[in-house]
């Protein structure tokens, strides 16, 4: 049998292991992990797993949300430019579209 061992720490020999295990009979440091038992220490604790911040899910789903948006809109010009014919005189051209330019881009989507 091979044991794993990582970078940062090493293994126990099965002495070790055993002798640890012997220990925590003894000592039964489990009766003493109950979690919080004040209010104050409950309201902190239910706290602990909150996503907050720039990796919050309704913060991702927005950002989501703006990049299909973008995507969308790029390939939306480029359909535009190119059924338009308009010269490429400079990276992004301004686009002054009547109604009936809008009406038939929309059906071409």
Known sequence: ?????T???RPWSPQKRA??????????PWRFSTGPRTQKGK?????N??????RSARY??????????????????ALMTSALNLPK???NPPITLGFDEIALYNRRL
């Open 60 to 77: 991702i789903a927005a950002y989501r949300a703006l990049i299909h948006h973008l995507r969308v809109q790029r390939a939306r010009h």
């Open 19 to 28: 002798r640890m295990a012997k220990l925590a009979k003894i000592h039964r």
């Open 89 to 91: 005189t400079h990276k």
């Open 7 to 9: 970078p940062y720490r």
């Open 1 to 5: 049998m091979t044991i794993k061992t």
């Open 43 to 47: 309201a902190a604790s239910c706290q």
């Open 49 to 54: 797993a909150y996503k907050h911040g720039l």
